[in-house]
């Protein structure tokens, strides 16, 4: 026996039928009905596999009055509706199961609105400063406090461009905020600008209204709601969250917010090369800044929002630039105390150095 071609095989995953599948329903909508022998002798072996396959996705019945060994083909749009009819009757009971939930949790919302009145009255309320440290937590209470805002809500994000599952997460939560009418402001840094998911979801909010700006250095993850309650990371602690109910460390948040994003640019959803090469030079600038002040490469990577690698391979080309063996070099050559008529024997003095200082960085 021949060998079975492979676009005759079984079909690939996905669902797709086999070009012998495909082949036997063409020869089948053309005959009112077939045998199985007749197919095989026609189409040849793969025939038989074939039937198989079509009965499974509904397109081939048994022809009705000739007897059980002949078959007929079925519309598609006939198969797709008796094919999709179990998974039709699945998604009417989730969404009947999903309104049934809603309601019972609907029903404890005039308790829980009572007692936060209640402790409103006392004055008691919840602790000024709260330390949040399950993630999950976390991402509850943002939620919590993304519904009640009513106002404005302030969020400062660095670390360059945000996850996808995050992005996805806070969109819809985002969406409903902006749309009843509360204002939106967000500072990301400047290497945000070059992921697409951030960049489609800063399209997204502001759209609706919601205003980006883009810094370079210097911002503190945090979210101020409504002047009210604060929400910032906990250094060195994944996860994590602090929340800020003490009016004046909220009003000391919201004001190092306002001098970010006084001092940050708007952010555009599309950059042009001539705008990506004036914020590569900005980058490169405040990575010459840090050096200076003898940062470790991953501390810079993390102050500017990027990976550790992109982060040295802006520090090697700096080093190029000025002639440096090493980045301890690098860095008392771009330090304003080293003075710049000497230059060259400055990196002839600081060269001789370099061997131990140098180990950690881009260019050793």
């Given amino acids: 026996m021949p060998a079975v071609p492979a676009d005759e095989a079984d079909p690939p995953s996905g669902g797709d039928l086999s070009r012998a599948a495909r082949r036997l329903y063409a020869y089948a909508v053309e005959r009112h009905s ?14 038989a596999a074939a039937i198989t396959e079509l009965a499974a996705a509904h397109l081939l019945q048994r022809a009705p009055g000739n007897g059980r060994d002949r078959w007929s083909a079925v519309a598609p749009r006939a198969a797709a509706a008796r094919a999709l009819a179990p998974l039709a009757l699945l998604v ?20 829980y609105e009572a007692g936060a009145a209640h402790l409103e009255r006392k004055g008691s309320g ?71 998911p951030t960049a489609a979801y800063v399209e997204r909010v502001t759209a609706l209204g919601a205003q980006v700006r ?21 250094p060195d602690r994944a996860g994590a969250a602090l929340v800020v109910r003490e009016p004046a460390v909220v009003h000391f948040m919201g004001a190092a917010f306002e001098r970010a994003w006084v001092a940050a640019e708007p952010f555009p959803t599309t950059v042009s090369p ?49 002639g440096a063996k090493s980045r301890f070099q690098a860095g008392y050559l771009l ?21 131990a200082a140098g180990a950690g960085g881009a260019g050793s």
């Avoid at 009417?92 to 308790?111: I, N, S």
């Avoid at 990506?276 to 993390?302: C, F, P, T, W």
């Fill in 126 to 196: 919840r602790a000024e400063l709260e330390l949040v440290t399950d993630l999950g937590a976390v991402r509850g209470l943002i939620a919590e406090l993304v519904a009640g805002c009513g106002q404005e809500l302030l969020t400062s994000q660095p670390g360059g461009g945000r996850p996808v599952e995050t992005l996805e997460e806070a969109i819809g939560r985002d969406e409903s905020l902006l749309g009843r009418g509360v204002r939106m402001r967000t500072v990301y840094q400047h290497t945000a600008r070059y992921s697409r």
């Fill in 274 to 322: 001539e705008a990506a090469r004036s914020l590569s030079d900005e980058l490169r600038q405040l990575i010459v800044r840090l050096l200076a002040e003898g940062l470790e490469d991953k501390v810079i990577a993390r102050r500017l929002g990027m990976s550790e690698r992109t982060c040295q391979r802006h520090i090697a080309e700096i080093m190029r630039a000025v």
């Fill in 92 to 111: 009417r009971e989730t969404h009947d199961e999903m309104d049934r939930l809603r309601g019972r949790l609907e029903e404890l919302v005039p308790a």
């Fill in 335 to 355: 330090s304003p105390l080293a003075p710049p008529a000497d230059a060259a024997d400055a990196a002839d003095a600081a060269g001789g150095e370099s061997g």
């Fill in 214 to 234: 883009t810094l370079g250095d210097g911002l503190m993850r945090m979210l101020v709601f409504d002047g009210r309650t604060g929400v910032m990371s906990v």
């Fill in 34 to 47: 077939f045998a199985e022998a007749e197919a095989t002798g026609d189409l040849g072996a793969r025939a």
